[in-house]
């Protein structure tokens, strides 16, 4: 398949670092080295859904269709208020999507876990005109009790249409199963027959350990789809890499020997986004026109599960 129309929308919440020391133990000179994070935005009258629906919306009218012309809608999300039905469900009600439609929660790589359920139901002769919607709040996810997560996060949506193509290189997803890593619970509804002990815990992560897989995943995944698809560093334009913390992107980039010039970034004014991070950062550089026809974009992506992917794609 290829990549034929991007979009994005954030709340229009924004919250500086200045703004989380009034009620934290914390301040630019403790965040910003840590992680590069000067503001991020967070949800307040908005609901995720909306913000999806304005994403996908964008993309589709980047790509010049409609939403009848998509016959087949992915969406990312790891939390939301909803337990059923699904957030593709609800996005496609306000857009006017009446194709099938499947939800993922695999976390930080959802959207190219999602690039890559679209190129094997293509692959199969299911499909045509895919939609992909990441649409996050993380910011309801954490503890704003707890400095080491909650200046992380921001909320956020970005979509892509796919249509038929020969510009998605390759693809690969990866699993090391370590759930205790990155993790968060919240109670189901009271049954009389529960006994077993249960709680909400907001988001916990260790955050040495998932600094460590983050890059040896990203360096590891990088060079072997080059490799198995036989394209050199030298002709990759951009690394799309999601934007969890900049030193991580930074120990990628010193990993690869790259040049930052090949690294955009935007985790500046956004924070980590979850699946979000990498089709928000696409759609941007898209629309600032940092790409030409051919490029070779690469995007990595890790997080909880603990799961990674990378895509090599052509634009």
């Not at 924004?14 to 590069?36: C, H, K, Q, Y």
Request: glycine share 8%; net charge negative; charged share 20%.
């Amino acid at each position: 398949m290829r990549i034929i129309g991007t979009g994005s929308a954030l709340p229009k919440k924004v919250v500086t670092n200045a703004m989380l020391s009034e009620f934290l133990d914390t301040s630019d000179e403790w965040i910003i080295p840590r992680t590069g994070i000067r503001s991020r935005h967070v949800i307040t009258d908005e609901r995720v859904e909306d913000l999806g629906a304005e994403a996908a919306r964008k993309a589709l009218e980047q790509a010049g269709m409609q939403p009848g012309d998509i016959d087949f809608f992915i969406c990312s999300n790891v939390a939301t208020e909803y337990v059923t039905p699904g957030m593709s469900c609800i996005i496609s009600a306000k857009i006017g999507l009446s194709c099938p439609c499947i939800d993922i929660n695999c976390a930080c790589p959802g959207f190219i876990y999602a690039m890559d359920i679209a190129e094997t139901y293509y692959q199969a002769g299911k499909v045509h005109n895919v939609l992909i919607v990441c649409a996050e709040e993380p910011s309801r996810m954490t503890s704003w009790d707890d400095r080491s997560t909650c200046v992380l996060f921001g909320d956020g949506a970005g979509a892509a249409v796919l249509t038929e193509g020969n510009n998605i290189r390759g693809i690969e997803l990866h699993s090391q199963p370590d759930p205790d890593k990155i993790w968060q619970t919240k109670t189901l509804v009271p049954t009389p027959f529960v006994t077993k002990e249960e709680k909400d815990v907001p988001l916990q992560m260790k955050g040495r350990e998932v600094f460590k897989f983050a890059v040896s995943a990203s360096t590891r995944d990088v060079q072997s789809l080059l490799k198995k698809v036989g394209i050199e560093q030298s002709q990759v334009a951009y690394y799309m890499v999601h934007q969890a913390n900049l030193r991580i992107i930074d120990a990628i980039k010193q990993y690869l020997g790259e040049s930052d010039e090949k690294f955009p970034t935007n985790i500046a004014d956004h924070g980590n986004s979850s699946s979000a991070s990498c089709p928000i950062l696409l759609d941007e550089c898209n629309r600032k026109g940092l790409f030409n026809k051919g490029d070779i974009l690469v995007f990595s992506a890790f997080g909880a599960g603990l799961l990674s992917a990378v895509a090599v794609v052509e634009w």
